[in-house]
Nanobody, 117 residues
Framework: QVQLVESGGGLVQPGGSLLLSCAAS????????MGWYRQAPGKERERVAT???????TTADFVQGRFTISKDSAGNTVHLQMNKLKPEDTAVYFC???????????WGQGTQVTVSS
């Protein structure tokens, strides 16, 4: 089992920034993917950014260089720095952990991000 604890989120004006963090604990595999998805009202959940052990990161096309995903070097906490936020970034953001050996997948409880003036 893996437990995920999310922090960050909230209300920000267009053009502003937010930092989301997700700490994983429990049975952490040597190889995993960890990142963020989001779901806006009435829309399907979509991938935002992913960090893979080994240092590879990927981001969705809509990020357009505005978001950066990173991981603490000493632990299993992943951060999503979101800059130049737009109203269309408003959604519930979910942390995701995927064990690359067992393919087991875990989700955080979600944190609300609202971009509005």
């Amino acid at each position: 089992q893996v437990q995920l604890v999310e922090s960050g989120g909230g209300l920000v004006q267009p053009g502003g920034s937010l930092l989301l963090s997700c700490a994983a604990s429990g049975h952490i595999s040597m190889r995993y993917a960890m990142g963020w998805y989001r779901q806006a009202p009435g829309k399907e959940r979509e991938r935002v950014a992913t960090f893979f052990t080994g240092g590879v990161t990927t981001t969705a096309d809509f990020v357009q260089g505005r978001f950066t995903i990173s991981k603490d070097s000493a632990g299993n906490t992943v951060h999503l720095q979101m800059n130049k936020l737009k109203p269309e970034d408003t959604a519930v953001y979910f942390c995701n952990f995927r064990d690359m050996f067992t393919r087991e997948e875990y989700w955080g409880q979600g944190t609300q991000v609202t971009v509005s003036s």
